[in-house]
């Protein structure tokens, strides 16, 4: 495709390719998004057409939003094509308001032309931001100046104001909000009551804000580990000054790098116990760092760390037990956090009983980190010998057994190819489908037995379904085996 | 000489923190509740120390894993037992219920299932020197190449400084070299029969393979008497008769509650 091509990016509309995007050399020739791409081909043979890739748009959006994150932690996205930053509060850390701005357009440059405004609401933001053409004495002022397009409403609406005479917003403000809405429907009315301000209208953030966050700027960009682990050991210490000043703790910590080149890379821990103590949260990023599989890719370095702690939980000043009970719980529990920090969720469980009295769905296993001591178990019952099995299969292994039809016990029975004679047994202990389950009323009941063989191996085995009445051929498992 | 130097101790110091040991003391030995058993082991197992446990075969597995989880309750302490996944397809899941049939109480249990042998022995490392925690159980199937004598001197000398007692069950590996304080073989064994010929409770035969410092060996069938956590020799009870294996439709049969 030759670079000096007006160009154009296409989408199927109701079965007709046209324009969804367009560059600037082909807006100057007169093509707009909406136009049939057979009639802009007409207009301009040589045009570069690709087809436009909505998915590829939004993450290229998003990673612009993700630049802009160090502003600011209020960043909404805005449609398909903006982005929304509230600076209240922090124009002043940059120098005020040009500084930022000036900033914003130099880190944000490498993403291409972008155009921006600042205001008072979101909405007039951004209204200035796609649709102002030259510059005005005051924000009031450059928004009565705005077509009507600015209140981004539906084109037929749009139009259906010009036709009325109605071309700027300052037209439409100056006139009675009540003949405005009984014409052209609520939505215009509230639409512009954003835009002016007089409605109140609050940005959605991409990310909901962290209960605490601490960050750290660099004048010279950093990329070693240890100075960024010195950093992460820094926030922390500030961290636990706040946090011991409410009485809470976190059991989330997230630091987030940000590269000098715009490129960001998140890292986060987690405890089981509210945690503040900064040794320990730092040990955790330690072993985060040392986990992770793509390990840290400084670049040009870091100028910017932020540790975040989205949620509070109450942790009182802690006193250790002369008994040693408390020691040696929050020794178990720092354990599962270092754990799991290194090898990820779902290694590290405790377990609990399940709602079920299927063997396989009697056990539910519970991240270590989530999980409260689980209780609850049935004590077995007294000068019983264990009537469940220890190790359970899932799912059942067949074996051939050899047994009278229709529920004679099993005799002999062949697993992994090898021959065992049952010389005890015990059952059938019957469990049936849960019927009252969905889906459930075609599943056949099993018979369980305790067998053991000549060589004192027992086994829990079973006959799937009840003969002649679920099945003319019932299929043996087993399904666990016995210490 | 009467009296060490002052320079030699404090040399014996600096090696000591080298070392990074402490100066390990005579361990707490725990008595198993089988009489002949505790002798051999001048009074039982010892916390703080690596014991290995095998089934030589695999389908001793869950005699060698019923008798990591029984040991484990004459420890005392959180259990924290580490598997492969690999084990988990070919062996099953440790079965929580099954558990405290022998009981173990799941409360004081934390399942490790982790992707392959090295995972399980690095993680085995942390958990072994984790003070808190009472018995770490180490599963590992078969004889993988990262579990040598280096491996199991590091899990010995990391128990001995913790004072948490290793418990390495092997599932269908040979016995090599190792740092372990005793090696065990556990092998099924006939159960005594309850009423109505019912497989009984669980019952071993135990062969002490090996014993660090001590020569002696032995080997016992023990029954597993879960009210009072003990290991008992067998003994026949009463009411058994000697049953064919294909028993007479029309014998009279005892009933038991059962389920």
New interface residues.
């Given amino acids: 495709m030759p670079d000096d091509a007006p160009f154009v990016c296409v989408e199927t509309v109701r079965g007709a390719l046209r324009i969804a995007s367009v560059d600037p050399q082909a807006l100057d020739k007169g093509l707009s998004p909406g136009m049939a791409l057979a009639d802009a081909r007409a207009q301009l043979p040589e045009l570069a057409v690709v087809d436009a890739d909505p998915f590829a748009d939004h993450g290229w959006l998003e990673r612009i939003a993700d630049a802009c994150d160090r502003f600011t932690p209020l960043v909404a996205l805005d449609g398909g094509d903006g982005v929304t930053l509230d600076i209240t509060g922090c124009a002043h850390l940059f120098g005020g308001e040009a500084a930022l701005v000036a900033e914003v357009e130099a880190r944000l440059a490498r993403f291409g032309t972008l155009r921006h405004a600042l205001a008072d609401t979101p909405d007039a933001a951004q209204a200035l931001a796609r649709f102002q053409s030259a510059p005005a004495a005051s924000e009031a002022a450059a928004i009565r100046r705005l077509g009507v397009a600015a209140l981004r409403l539906d084109d037929e609406i749009a139009v259906a104001l010009r036709r009325a005479g109605l071309r700027t917003i300052g037209d439409l403000a100056s006139r009675p909000t009540a003949p405005i809405a009984a014409r052209f429907g609520e939505e215009t009315v509230a639409a512009l009551a954003r835009l002016l301000g007089d409605a109140d209208q609050r940005l959605r953030p991409r990310r909901a804000l962290p209960a605490l966050f601490f960050e750290r700027r660099f004048a010279e960009p950093i990329a070693r580990d240890a100075d960024v682990l010195a950093t992460i050991g820094d926030l922390a210490a500030e961290a636990e000054a706040e946090l011991t000043a409410r009485d809470r703790g976190g059991r989330r910590f997230a630091v987030r790098l940000y590269r000098a080149d715009g490129a960001l890379r998140d890292l986060a821990v987690e405890s089981g116990l509210p945690l503040r103590d900064p040794p320990s949260i730092l040990r955790l990023f330690r072993e985060r760092i040392d986990a992770l599989a793509d390990p840290i890719d400084p670049g040009f370095g870091f100028d910017m760390i932020r540790m975040s702690v989205p949620a509070l939980e109450p942790l009182a000043p802690t006193q250790l037990q002369l008994e040693g009970g408390a020691?040696?719980?929050?020794?178990?529990a720092?354990?599962?956090d270092?754990?799991t920090t290194?090898?990820g969720r779902g290694?590290?469980?405790?377990?609990?009983?399940g709602d079920s009295h299927l063997?396989e769905q009697?056990?539910l296993?519970i991240d270590?980190i989530d999980a409260p001591?689980?209780?609850g178990?049935?004590?077995?019952e007294?000068?019983e010998?264990?009537?469940?099995?220890?190790?359970?299969?899932?799912p059942p292994q067949r074996i051939e057994v050899m047994a009278e039809v229709p529920d004679g016990p099993p005799?002999r029975f062949r697993w992994r190819r090898?021959l065992h004679?049952?010389?005890?047994?015990?059952?059938p202990?019957r469990i049936a489908a849960e019927w009252w389950r969905r889906g459930q009323a075609k599943v056949r009941t099993r018979d369980y037995y305790?067998?053991?063989d000549?060589?004192?191996?027992?086994y829990w085995i079973f006959r799937h379904g009840l003969y002649d009445r679920e099945t003319p051929d019932p299929l043996w498992y087993v399904h666990?085996?016995?210490? | 000489m009467n009296e060490e130097s002052p320079t030699l101790s404090a040399l014996k110091l600096r090696v000591a923190a080298m070392e990074r040991r402490a100066p390990v003391g005579k361990a707490v030995r725990v008595a198993t509740g089988h009489g002949d058993i505790d002798a051999a082991l001048a009074g039982g197992i010892a916390r703080g120390r690596l014991h290995e446990i095998f089934a030589l075969e695999g389908g001793d597995a869950g005699s060698a894993t019923g008798f990591a989880g029984m040991l484990s309750i004459r420890l005392g302490g959180g259990i924290v037992w580490l598997r492969e996944e690999s084990a988990v397809r070919g062996g099953g899941h440790l079965h929580a219920p099954g558990l405290v049939e022998i009981g173990v109480d799941p409360a004081r249990l934390l399942l490790g299932v982790l992707p392959n042998a090295l995972s399980v022995l690095r993680a085995a490392a942390d958990v072994v020197r984790c003070a808190g925690v009472g018995v770490a159980v180490i599963e590992l199937h078969r004889d993988p190449k990262v579990l040598d004598l280096t491996a199991s001197r590091r899990l010995a000398l990391a128990a001995e400084e913790s004072g948490v007692a290793a418990l390495l069950l092997r599932i269908a590996a040979t016995p090599v070299a190792s740092a372990a304080d005793t090696r065990w073989a556990v092998r099924s064994c006939a159960s005594q029969p309850l009423p109505a010929n019912a497989p009984g409770h669980p019952t071993f035969d135990l062969e002490l393979l090996r014993q660090r410092g001590r020569g002696a060996d032995g080997r016992w069938q023990v029954e597993w008497n879960r009210e009072q956590a003990v290991f008992t020799s067998p003994t026949p009870s009463g009411v058994v008769v000697a049953v064919p294996a294909r028993r007479p439709a029309a014998a009279p049969i005892p009933l038991r509650r059962a389920g």
């Fill in positions: 020691v040696s719980e929050e020794a178990m720092a354990l599962v270092r754990l290194r090898l290694r590290i469980a405790r377990v609990a009983p063997p009697g056990v296993t270590a001591v689980p209780t178990w049935d004590a077995p007294k000068g010998p264990p009537l469940r099995p220890i190790h359970l299969f899932d005799h090898v004679d049952v010389i005890r047994f015990e059952g202990e305790r067998v053991e000549v060589r004192g191996r027992r666990g085996v016995f210490a």
